[in-house]
T-cell receptor, first 114, second 111 residues
């Protein structure tokens, strides 16, 4: 089984809908991240969490919210989806004990907002 | 914060040749630098890490160098194969205890 899983893998939705993307990990890592990737823009950090009680905004958090339900689960919500949130979304984890912050990514969720 | 620069143009290379990618950064030199591979529609996968006191690191057909004077890392794929076709991202500490990623450089190995 994959160490970092994301659901759904693909989602098409309409403007104004609320969407939740879920991430689960079995690596036992404390740190979890949400990124979005757009062609030509690379990976951009949306939110990150260093433990269950710690949530931090990344560089592009507007329009998104997150919930860290447990050490192994980190969800990303789009309260009211808009077309420019169409992108590939990745969850990642890293080990708090690893000062290099090497990250392990999930397979991604392709989100299309019409 | 760090600015990370990777060539936006794809590198097309003949099978069997050595592919060389460049990662340049501004500002301070990080304590380490990482390289990841990303296949289309999939998440990046960690390949190699090199520390500031290491000039070179190897893993099978991959070689990474780190020149803190030039503020540059080179990533080499020797004896390239079509299966090496992918986008390669460099990443380094952004100064606030987080990793920052370059935009990636695509490699296309032509049989």
């Amino acid at each position: 089984d994959a160490d970092v899983t994301q659901t759904p893998r693909n989602r098409i939705t309409k403007t104004g809908k609320r969407i939740m993307l879920e991430c689960s990990q079995t690596k036992g890592h404390d740190r979890m991240y949400w990124y979005r990737q757009d062609p030509g823009l690379g990976l951009r950090l949306i939110y990150y969490s260093f433990d269950v009680k710690d949530i931090n905004k990344g560089e592009i958090s507007d329009g998104y919210s997150v919930s860290r339900q447990a050490q192994a689960k980190f969800s990303l919500s789009l309260e009211s989806a808009i077309p420019n949130q169409t992108a590939l979304y990745f969850c990642a984890t890293s080990d708090l004990r690893d000062y290099t912050d090497t990250q392990y990514f999930g397979p991604g969720t392709r989100l299309t907002v019409l | 914060s760090q600015k990370i620069e990777q060539n936006s143009e794809a590198l097309n290379i003949q099978e069997g040749k050595t592919a060389t990618l460049t990662c340049n950064y501004t500002n301070y030199s990080p304590a380490y630098l990482q390289w990841y591979r990303q296949d289309p529609g999939r998440g990046p996968v960690f390949l190699l890490l090199i520390r500031e006191n290491e000039k070179e690191k190897r893993k099978e057909r991959l070689k990474v160098t780190f020149d803190t004077t030039l503020k540059q890392s080179l990533f080499h794929i020797t004896a390239s194969q079509p299966a090496d076709s992918a986008t390669y991202l460099c990443a380094l500490n952004s100064g606030n205890n987080r990793l920052a990623f370059g935009k990636g450089n695509q490699v296309v190995v032509i049989p």
